[in-house]
């Protein structure tokens, strides 16, 4: 029994991988894929790692409350400076 599918590392790292099973042997293999073929881990040129999508939404949730921040602290600097 072969079945592929997709392990996460953390939140940043997606691997491609195919498991399989020998159910005579009672063995489980998973085998990391890059390029769809096994990984050569001598081999740097094929990456088995690829970056999460998601994860651009983590760092513009961060970006807008740093902006918001600062727009109030602009707002407020504003307003002080001009009552006095």
Known sequence: L???GIAQQGVS???DVRTDVDINGKLVTAT????????DPVDPETPAARVNPQLKALSEGHLAS???LTRGGDTLAYNTV???
């Open 2 to 4: 072969t079945t592929r």
């Open 13 to 15: 790292l997606l691997y």
């Open 32 to 39: 990391i894929l890059g390029n769809n073929k096994p990984v």
């Open 66 to 68: 740093a902006m918001m």
């Open 82 to 84: 001009h009552t006095i």
